[in-house]
């Protein structure tokens, strides 16, 4: 395999564990005021992610400075492109991030309800945003032949983003309801998982609806397969939910997940940014990419790194295993 | 104003603020972890519950370092993509390093910590601070050698047909000369803010709260003065290497920081100058002979290249244009920041002497509290607005001028747009964050529990009053 195909697989690949991971802790983010009812149960939703949410988050920094140093073409034109996108996930990001660290630090119930405010707001608008902006990068851009982004912030806004925006929202939701059900227990736990069962249908829904249209847009017989493969996936993960087998549920919407980013990609390639003006202006693997030199040096970091990330990762998750439970917490209103 | 004028300031706003929380975070953790390896070696409760007290103030501003740090990453391409395009190839390696190497061991291993006392035997709950100390060493590292890059390409050739810098030798690039002396004066740089930051807050708790954990505070204003004190030393001594090398690589940028028009041999230190409003010739200045020439060259007598014939062979070099940088920025902000760490290291020794032998400390010494940590704060703003404008009008030295690696493609309204965004929310952010520092601090060493034991295998996880 060409070392640029390769680096594709790989940013690919980051791209998927960022949804995967960061998609359950958006999950637990909007749900976070629906199925916390009062603080002990709110504490213990947030707890879920507490250990994880920022190890999930670097995905999307790997993913970006991996672009950067591979794709240096890609990266310019899909950051300043998509500027204003970008603007709003970076703000949304640093408030829940924020928010996230701080909810705690206070015992003040008005602080903490602000605090989860931010929480769910900068959970929702990252998944919206992100679901548009790949929805786009399969439709194609305007992008002239010097492959710079010449259309407007309406063009990313066209119908097919938006149903992309909704459906990573939708999915994210049921994610993370699931996860909070295999992550809590007694009624917190019963709650999560209904809510996971009615979220998912309409998840399941907007899911097919838009993996066909955008194989209509943009696919072979392979990217086809592969998202077929996803709604199979999310499918059995949300059956399992009903047979509270928990564990695979979670298995489940993680590998439809993962398998509808995937697509995505297979869809795209070889292209990275596909023009919907001049084919030239279009952006691949190859004219995007790096100097063999410096994809060789990145393989040679990639290789003995990733396993080692994976490796302390999953031991996070391994440490943290254990069920957390709802405890009645003293937390006095402000004087 | 233009989309370049406004992409810069935005680069400026939004750097110098992440930077804010670089320093405090890079020496607080490692002073954290210090704390708790004392800890672990005595028993000894009082290193334990300043480990919580230090480690919860180390978590409310990595936060914030974190947060901010996002909006770097993507800035580059958002508001630079002529420069990323040009850069990407080399400049890329040491940012997806960084990234792989450093963010993911310490994002990974904070939560490990802040959500481990209880779950983790003590030896490797331990070494989770410590693999969170080598990620922000890893991290300062390699964004240093990527910045240092920009001041010193080394390692690349450049593609004229891709119009683009390509990496040759990714070692040349990590072991440039310019990050060889930039990342020890960086750090210990830190560690400045850091001692002064632990001894600041002892210092107010030691008199605004007599006899309430006098012990445990003392151990800390003592260390906190102690780590300023020696930190200092090693930022005096690697800036003196620094000197030579800018010398060496960057010549306009000492010519600037000196506000030195023409060329001496030897040539002396100036204390204050005034130079006219072009800044193409001084004024009136006062002059330390000899010690430039040393500062540069390590010659007395050396000779050090002066502004105006600078210009003169840049211009032969690339071309008509001007190559000086803003000479009052570069040469205030080079004399505040020796001027401001120097007044810090100098509160430091009076601190100790204050509390030596048992000594209670002055009341009056509590108004130290504050400009003791910020003092070392701005020196650090002050070296990097210097080191960065000193650069100008170069993005790479030698190779991109600033005004060519704005995004050709963004338009004013996105940048400005964004530009007010960040600073709104910035500005937001650092009253609620200093807020609940004050808090914190306020609230001393009675908020910190003793150690837990590690749970039994059967409990279910309870939510930690330590996290969230």
Redesign the interface.
């Known amino acids: 395999m060409e070392l640029t195909t390769v680096w594709f697989v790989l940013i690919a690949g980051l791209w998927i564990g960022y949804f995967v991971l960061e998609g359950f802790d958006f999950g637990v983010g909007m749900l976070l005021r629906v199925l916390g009812r009062d603080e002990p149960e709110r504490?213990?939703v947030?707890?879920t992610i507490?250990?994880?949410w920022?190890?999930n988050?670097?995905w999307l920094?790997?993913a970006?400075?991996?672009t950067?140093?591979?794709?240096?073409?890609w990266?310019?034109?899909?950051?300043?492109?998509f500027?204003?996108p970008?603007?709003a996930i970076?703000?949304s990001?640093?408030?829940r991030?924020?928010a996230?660290?701080?909810?705690?630090?206070?015992d003040d119930l008005v602080w903490r309800s602000r605090m989860d405010w931010l929480i769910t707001v900068g959970s929702v608008v990252p998944a919206l945003l992100w679901g548009i902006t790949f929805a786009n990068l399969v439709r194609g851009v305007p992008l002239d032949a010097s492959h710079?982004?010449?259309g407007t912030l309406g063009d990313l806004l066209n119908p097919f983003a938006l149903l992309g925006g909704v459906t990573f929202v939708a999915v994210f939701v049921a994610h993370g309801a699931i996860f909070l059900a295999l992550r809590t227990?007694d009624d917190l736990r019963q709650r999560a998982n209904r809510l996971a069962s009615g979220t998912g249908l309409v998840a399941v829904v907007l899911a097919a609806a838009f993996l066909a249209w955008a194989q209509s847009l943009r696919g072979d017989a392979t990217s086809a397969v592969v998202a077929a493969a996803a709604a199979v996936a999310l499918v059995v993960g949300l059956v399992a939910n009903r047979l509270r087998r928990e564990g695979l549920a979670f298995a489940g919407t993680a590998l439809a997940i993962g398998l509808a980013v995937a697509s995505l990609f297979v869809a795209m390639f070889p292209a990275v940014m596909p023009s919907t003006l001049d084919p030239a202006g279009t952006l691949t693997t190859v004219n995007a990419a790096?100097?063999p030199?410096?994809l060789k040096?990145?393989t040679i970091?990639?290789a003995i790194?990733?396993p080692l990330?994976l490796l302390?990762?999953g031991w996070?998750y391994w440490?943290?295993r254990?069920?957390?439970?709802v405890?009645p917490?003293a937390v006095e209103a402000e004087p | 104003m233009d989309t370049l004028d406004l992409a810069r300031w935005q680069f400026a706003i939004t750097t110098v603020y992440h930077f804010f929380f670089v320093p405090v975070t890079i020496s607080l953790v490692a002073i954290t972890a210090g704390l708790q390896t004392a800890w672990y070696r005595t028993g000894k409760e009082k290193y334990l519950r300043l480990t919580k007290f230090y480690g919860k103030l180390f978590l409310i501003n990595i936060a914030m370092g974190v947060v901010t740090g996002l909006v770097q990453e993507f800035q580059f391409g958002m508001n630079w993509s002529d420069y990323s395009r040009f850069v990407g190839d080399v400049f890329g390696a040491p940012l997806a390093l960084e990234g792989l190497l450093a963010f993911f061991l310490e994002s990974t291993f904070i939560g490990l910590w802040i959500f481990g006392w209880d779950r983790l035997p003590r030896r490797i709950h331990l070494a989770c601070i410590w693999m969170v100390v080598l990620g922000t060493q890893l991290s300062a590292y390699f964004i240093l050698a990527a910045n240092s890059w920009m001041q010193n390409p080394v390692g690349f050739r450049y593609n004229a047909e891709r119009g683009r810098a390509e990496l040759t030798d990714i070692w040349a690039v990590l072991t440039n000369k310019v990050v060889l002396v930039t990342y020890p004066h960086t750090i210990f740089a830190a560690f400045m803010v850091g001692g002064a930051f632990v001894a600041g807050v002892a210092i107010w708790h030691l008199v605004r709260r007599p006899g309430v954990d006098t012990g445990a505070f003392r151990t800390a204003l003592r260390l906190g003065a102690v780590i300023v004190i020696a930190a200092g030393a090693g930022v005096a001594l690697s800036g003196d290497q620094q000197g030579k090398v800018m010398t060496e690589v960057q010549p306009m940028k000492m010519a600037a920081a000196e506000a030195l028009y023409e060329s001496e041999k030897p040539a002396s230190f100036s204390i204050f100058t005034v130079g006219t409003l072009d800044g193409s010739r001084e004024v009136f200045s006062v002059k330390v002979p000899y010690v430039l020439s040393f500062l540069a060259t390590g010659h007395f007598d050396g000779e050090v290249k002066g502004i105006n014939s600078l210009q003169q062979s840049y211009e032969q070099l690339y071309g008509p244009g001007s190559y000086k940088p803003n000479i009052p920025l570069t040469y205030w902000t080079f004399r505040l920041m020796i001027g401001v760490g120097m007044a810090a290291a100098a509160i430091a020794v009076w601190l100790l002497w204050a509390t030596r032998r048992g000594r209670a400390p002055n009341r009056l010494l509590v108004w130290l509290a504050l400009p003791l940590p910020l003092l070392p704060l701005f020196a650090n703003v002050f070296g990097w607005v210097f080191t960065e404008t000193g650069r100008q009008p170069w993005l790479v030295f030698g190779l991109l001028p600033t005004s060519s690696g704005v995004s050709p493609g963004t338009t004013s309204g996105e940048v400005l747009t964004s530009l007010l965004g960040f600073t709104v929310l910035y500005g937001v952010l650092a009253v609620v964050e200093m807020k609940l520092m004050f808090r914190t601090i306020r609230g001393g060493l009675a908020g910190t529990s003793p150690a837990p034991e590690p749970d039994g295998p059967d409990d279910a996880d309870k939510p930690l009053s330590f996290a969230y």
């Open positions: 504490r213990a947030v707890t507490g250990p994880v920022d190890g988050e670097v920094i790997v970006g400075a991996m950067f140093a591979a794709f240096p073409e990266y310019a034109t899909l950051f300043s492109g500027y204003l970008l603007f970076l703000v990001l640093i408030l991030g924020v996230l660290e701080y909810r705690g630090k206070r710079e982004f010449v227990t790096s100097t030199y410096t040096v990145l970091i990639a790194f990733t990330v302390y990762q996070t440490v943290f254990k069920r957390v439970t405890e917490v």
